[in-house]
């Protein structure tokens, strides 16, 4: 496989959204459930409205047009064709920012936030804030290879995305990410001390410590740790120990995929309003879909799904000694204290607890996200 930097762009084949269309006007639906809200999880109403709507309504030329209107492209790195975003800002001295997603996101959950970062000044701000930005899909995700061997965890590709980086160039950068993106920030940080400078992460998982003295802050985190575990971790479990055996349901049928996801917007995301959590809420009809299209399109369920697999049985992460802001969005999965962090992040620059935001931050709150992730990188450029 080349190890060339090759442009790329997505031109989806009409027979393919033909068929799509097909499989979902032949869904075949399960009955109503017998509660009046997402606690068996998404409803049928709502899927079905959602499906309707992908159907009769929904464009993804649209959508891919604005993957194509960023500079796209490939290249092979530990034998896996890595797709990535590489936009360059117009400011000489802008840091190289490396933006990771994590599960079931894509580099779409950062389509509101890359033109203010690459250019600051385009709402009046400084453009000592400038950034490159990469932004790699994760291997197994969207246009990226998926592995045919064990092996990809976190840990290797932190040290992909730092082959990525020395790749284009790139002698001193910083990263970022959330969810998964959180865990590969700092492991990229750990493969590349020496270039790496920096890492802002939007969701930090720490174990609690202190349980005979715990501050109200983390009295709260830990009764949502709890929740989690008891009622919205059965996702992980799943794709954690049988992602193939899931990915042949999520493979076969559209609605299924769809209803997988965006199950997990309505849960992760700050969406609440008159007292229902709702994620068409915070997000349109088009942006979750367009997320569920990168997945379907890609056939990316098992493959997707496989980071679990890959990496939450051997994976410990170790000490981090780079220098790392936190911010802390109050509706994410999990809420993190300052306390338990340090207990494994020795360099804190950064650390702040927003009033508002979840787990897709850069989707749902795009100018608070970047007013964090600046925040933090002026303690480190």
Known sequence: MS?????FTIDIPDDELQQLRQRIA?????????????????????????????????????????????????????????HFLHCRSPHPNAMPLLITHGWPGSVLEFRHVIADLLDPTLKGGSPDDAFHIVAPSLPG????????????????????????????????????????????????????PEHCVGVHINMVVAAPTNLDDLTDFEQRSLAKLQYYNRWDSGYSNQQASRPQTVGYGLADSPVGQMAWIVEKFQSWTDSEKDGVKNP????????????????????????????????FHDTHLGPLETPIGCSIFPKDIFTASRRWAETRLKNIVYWNEPSEGGHFAALEKPELFIDEVRACFREIR
């Open 26 to 82: 032949l869904t075949r639906w399960p009955e109503q459930e017998p509660v009046e809200n997402w606690d068996q999880g998404a409803p049928l109403s709502f899927v079905q409205g959602l499906a309707q709507y992908w159907l009769e309504q929904y464009d993804w030329r649209r959508c891919e047009a604005l993957l194509n209107s960023w500079p796209q492209f490939k290249t092979a790195i530990d034998g896996l064709d890595i």
């Open 3 to 7: 190890e060339d930097i090759r442009p």
């Open 141 to 192: 995700f969207a246009f990226s290879d998926k592995p045919s061997a064990p092996g990809t965890d976190v840990e290797r590709i932190g040290e992909m995305w730092a082959t990525l980086m020395q790749r284009l160039g790139y002698t001193q950068y910083c990263s970022q990410g959330g969810d998964w993106g959180s865990a590969v920030s700092q492991t990229v940080a750990m493969a590349d």
């Open 280 to 311: 068409l809420n915070i997000l349109s009809k088009d942006e979750l879909l367009d997320n569920v299209m990168l997945y379907w399109l890609t056939n990316s369920a098992a493959s997707s799904a496989r980071i679990y697999w890959e990496s």
